[in-house]
């Protein structure tokens, strides 16, 4: 079964760093194709993927994001770790992580997701 | 990007009649391998979005019959037969076809 959940703060200020954890256990993040990704949803609004990272260590990131956003594994640990810099208001939103396998064009598992605020 | 549209972006349908969502793309979303790739997502209040249809009409499991997919190209539909209470929510589409995947807007789905 597999299962993933996002933790961090729930709280930043503007202009810090987020840092996210998705945990995530059913998979192992060192077999093709298997893919962690991100994705967010500010309130009341659509979901937007920030990036994704494979078991080969190749990662993708957002055409718009992809100067403030960082992700990286630790395949022991069965984690996931996004980082975002110089955070603003806008980037107030709940966070998912997500499964995805590589060149299957879909995603089939999500977290339960983590709501960052963005306030001073 | 592929840009990822959708109307009506609100649909108010009553229970037991039937409902349909667009979504067009901005470009083709079929694939070199023969694949479309085209989702669609539930999402109920309060909670993670659920596929509910991949491939453009390969319906997940536990998924109710009453929601199928169709489509090809750049237009695609999802139906839904007969409007239950449980089906209260937003409905988006996206596309797998091309990095960075991308969402439409959704469809707020909700009962006369």
């Known amino acids: 079964q597999i299962t993933l959940k996002e933790s961090g703060p729930t709280l930043v200020k503007p202009t810090q760093t987020l840092t996210l954890t998705c945990s995530f256990s059913?998979?192992?993040?060192?077999?093709?194709?298997?893919?962690v990704g991100w994705i967010r949803q500010p309130p009341g609004k659509a979901l937007e993927w920030l990036a994704v990272?494979?078991?080969?260590?190749?990662?993708q990131y957002s055409t718009s994001l992809k100067s403030r956003v960082t992700i990286t594994k630790d395949t022991s640990k069965n984690q996931v770790v996004l980082t975002m810099t110089n955070m603003g208001p806008v980037d107030t939103a709940t966070y998912y992580c997500a499964h995805r396998l590589r060149g299957s064009g879909t995603v089939a598992y999500w977290g339960q997701g983590t709501l960052v605020t963005v306030s001073s | 990007d592929v840009v990822m549209t959708q109307s009506p972006l609100s649909l108010p349908v009553t229970l037991g009649q039937p409902a349909s969502i667009s979504c067009r793309s901005s470009?083709?979303?079929?694939?070199?391998?023969?694949?479309?790739?085209l989702n669609w997502f539930q999402q109920r209040p309060g909670q993670s979005p659920r596929r509910l249809i991949y491939k453009v009409s390969n319906r997940d499991s536990g998924v109710p019959d009453r929601f199928s997919g169709s489509g090809s190209g750049t237009d695609f539909t999802l139906k839904i037969s007969r409007v239950e209470a449980e089906d209260v929510g937003v409905y988006y589409c996206m596309q797998g076809t091309q990095w960075p995947l991308t969402f439409g807007p959704g469809t707020k789905v909700e009962i006369k």
């Open positions: 990272i494979y078991w080969n260590d190749d990662k």
């Open positions: 470009q083709s979303l079929a694939y070199s391998d023969g694949n479309t790739y």
């Open positions: 059913g998979f192992s993040l060192s077999t093709s194709p298997v893919g």
